[in-house]
């Protein structure tokens, strides 16, 4: 089976986690860190706002059962694009509402998938959503992976 990895930011991890782990298709998820300059970044550091990553979760799809059209759909239904560098009560830009790409074809369909939202109107404020590529990805503390989960806990505020 040949896999693709698909990177969101979403705002806090814990449940973006979740909600991708659910789609038939996804074949793993991972939390962490994307698009600071800090090498090796932790949760605290990432918290302090000034490393410049977002937290984001990392999706290991199958592209033969779920198509990555479908992975933003359930990305731009499950946060508030508009917020720029918030999600509910968590602010600061480890926050802030991103897609980063890992082919030209991810980067084409996040655009576009922008464009169509607007001119469908869904939401009454701009989109923030930054679309860049993927660079480093740095795997968040083992505490964080599955975390809901492993409290027995289905969702958290997203």
């Not at 592209?63 to 694009?81: A, C, I, N």
């Not at 999600?87 to 802030?96: A, E, I, L, N, S």
């Not at 890992?102 to 959503?129: C, M, N, W, Y």
């Amino acid at each position: 089976m040949a896999t693709e990895k698909a990177t969101f930011g979403a705002g806090c991890f814990w449940g973006v986690e979740v909600k991708f782990g659910q789609i038939p298709g996804v074949v793993e998820t991972a939390v962490g860190y994307e698009g600071g300059e800090l090498e090796h970044p932790t949760y605290k550091e990432v918290c302090t706002d000034r490393t410049g990553h977002a937290e984001v979760v990392q999706v290991t799809f199958d592209p033969e059962r779920v198509k990555y059209d479908t992975l933003l759909d359930e990305f731009f239904s499950l946060h508030d694009p508009t917020q720029l560098n918030r999600q509910g009560p968590d602010y600061g830009t480890q926050y802030r509402s991103a897609v980063f790409y890992h082919s030209d074809a991810q980067k084409t369909a996040a655009e576009q998938k922008i464009e169509e939202l607007k001119v469908e109107g869904r939401f009454s404020k701009p989109i923030v959503t930054v679309v860049v590529p993927a660079e480093t990805f740095w795997k968040a503390e083992e505490y964080h992976q599955k975390y809901l989960e492993k409290r027995g806990m289905a969702t958290c505020h997203i």
